[in-house]
């Protein structure tokens, strides 16, 4: 079990990747003071935590029987979403990401979703709930996202540390950062639409 618990702990990490958030958050690291920033990052993990024990402890059920929708639509839609998200980091940087949120009471949501929760978390999460019994799976959980804000938690401290100190050679690393996360984004993006595709052409028993 303690075996399960950790593959468990360290998929649903490996997904969430906390250095590839604060690289998509970057705007907000820059703007924000840390009490504010830790303040909207924590809401944020309770709001995401929460639908991931929803999804460990019901399970694909949800959009079986609750939706009457197969998963691999949530694939496809999920990996639209990224795509075009890439796209515009691309393009534009991480102003690009601006539009997307309101005002700071209302960041959070925009944070978690889809941000933190997508089809590649809560996959891990259903996951996590077939392997572990409920309280591991929630225990899985609340680690992970503790990990997961701790080291966002740690990279916002040491930007404000270094960046009056190399703010030209920060904004220029976060700018170069952030379009290869984009790249990074995108390709997981498409990888979900085919997984979608996929998925869905089996149950139609196509391929």
Not at 114 to 130: Q, R, Y
């Amino acid at each position: 079990m303690t075996s399960e618990f950790i593959r468990s702990v360290a998929l649903l990490l490996i997904l969430l990747n906390p250095f590839l958030l604060i690289i998509y958050l970057v705007d907000l690291v820059q703007e924000m003071d840390f009490p504010l920033f830790r303040r909207i990052l924590i809401r944020a993990g309770w709001i995401s935590s929460g639908v991931f024990l929803f999804f460990a402890w019901v399970g694909d059920r949800v959009f079986t029987d609750l939706l009457q929708a197969r998963f691999a639509s949530f694939q496809v839609f999920g990996g639209i979403v990224f795509l075009l998200i890439g796209i515009q980091f691309v393009f534009s940087g991480p102003k690009a990401l601006q539009k997307m949120r309101g005002t700071p009471e209302h960041i959070a949501g925009s944070i978690a979703l889809p941000i933190m929760i997508g089809p590649g978390t809560v996959s891990a999460s259903i996951l996590a709930g077939t392997r572990l019994s409920p309280a591991l799976s929630l225990l899985c959980i609340v680690v992970t996202m503790t990990l997961t804000i701790a080291t966002m938690l740690l990279l916002k401290r040491l930007h404000d540390f270094v960046r009056p100190r190399n703010e030209r050679l920060i904004e220029r690393y976060v700018e170069v950062m952030g379009r290869v996360t984009a790249l990074v984004v995108g390709t997981f993006a498409i990888e979900m639409i085919m997984q979608g595709i996929a998925a869905w052409l089996k149950t139609l028993q196509l391929i």
